[in-house]
């Protein structure tokens, strides 16, 4: 079992749909990041957790400790939201364990 | 200001080849992380680098070795280059734990 699981792997949505995607860990952390992954494989760093809820325009992100989860929310998906998200751990020593990622698809 | 950079942007190389990848940390930034992402997987730790010593070391055998140089650049090399070796080579830099990671755009190396 991976220490990092993802839900879905992959997600196809309408413009305007509401999304959630969720990673599930089973380690102890220090924080959780998600991160964003476009086609030519930059990654772009989205929010860091290690408690609560963080928003930044129309992405949602929240964690809860006590069950080793969290959530990344999309308000009023674009196009331009298409992209592979990706969960990663860091625990005590300063190294990320990622998940697989999930491919999320908004069409027209 | 500059992101992470990293050069080549693309490499092919042989099977038995050693290659060299480079990466600039973000101005001020003292950590440099390597992660290998192979094809339709997440990245994978390889080393982390604080202050030119090595802070950490992932499941990766000892054909990988890297380096930190004074003015906190870094070199990840891999000697012996197998097919499996082929993926994209990702750096990030840090500047503490408090702030998060800034990635580079990545190095594809392809071992023919």
């Known amino acids: 079992k991976n220490e990092v699981e993802q839900s879905p792997q992959n997600l196809t949505a309408q413009e305007g749909e509401f999304i959630t995607i969720n990673c599930s860990y089973s380690?102890?952390?220090?924080?959780l990041h998600w991160l964003q992954q476009h086609p030519g494989g930059g990654i772009v760093s989205l929010f860091m957790l290690s408690s609560g809820k963080k928003k930044h325009g129309r992405l949602i992100a929240t964690i809860n400790i006590q069950e080793k989860h969290s959530s990344l929310h999309i308000t009023a998906s674009h196009p331009r939201d298409s992209a592979v998200y990706i969960c990663a751990v860091e625990g005590t020593a300063s190294k990320l364990t990622f998940g697989t990622g999930t491919r999320l698809q908004v069409t027209l | 200001d500059a992101g992470v950079t990293q050069s080549p942007t693309h490499l092919i190389k042989t099977r038995g080849q050693q290659v060299t990848l480079r990466c600039s940390p973000i101005?001020?930034?003292?950590?440099v992380s390597w992660y290998q992402q192979v094809l339709g997987q997440g990245p994978q730790f390889i080393f982390q680098?604080?202050?030119?010593?090595?802070?950490g070391r992932g499941n990766f055998p000892d054909r990988f070795s890297a380096r930190q140089f004074p003015n906190y650049s870094s070199e990840l090399n891999v000697n012996a280059l197998l097919l499996g070796d082929s993926a994209l080579y990702l750096c990030?830099?840090?500047?503490?734990?408090?702030?998060?990671?800034?990635f580079g755009s990545g190095t594809r190396l392809t071992v023919v």
């Open positions: 101005s001020g930034h003292k950590s």
């Open positions: 990030a830099s840090s500047l503490n734990r408090k702030h998060g990671y800034t």
């Open positions: 680098y604080y202050e030119k010593e090595e802070r």
């Open positions: 380690v102890g952390i220090s924080a």
